[in-house]
């Protein structure tokens, strides 16, 4: 995985984070609303994972919010990384 991948993962992670912090769910409870272990939910706040799709919604729903909202910060698109 390259660098700015897992930039990107560690962005998305810190806004989803940000997000459950703002509706008042532990790791534990956004866990169980998803279906999913709470170490995935840490894994994947902290930027160590790169999860499917289908967990994208699966978040986006137990968060009551639309997967828009989780996808809504710069992951710094337009760079491309050189090798």
Known sequence: MSNL?????????KNLLRIRNEKGLSQDDLATRCRVTKGSISV???????FQ??????LAKALEVHPKELLDVNFELDKEEVN
């Open 53 to 58: 799709f289908t967990t994208l919604l699966a």
């Open 44 to 50: 994947i706040e902290n930027g160590d994972r790169n």
């Open 5 to 13: 991948d897992k930039k990107r993962q560690l962005i998305f992670g």
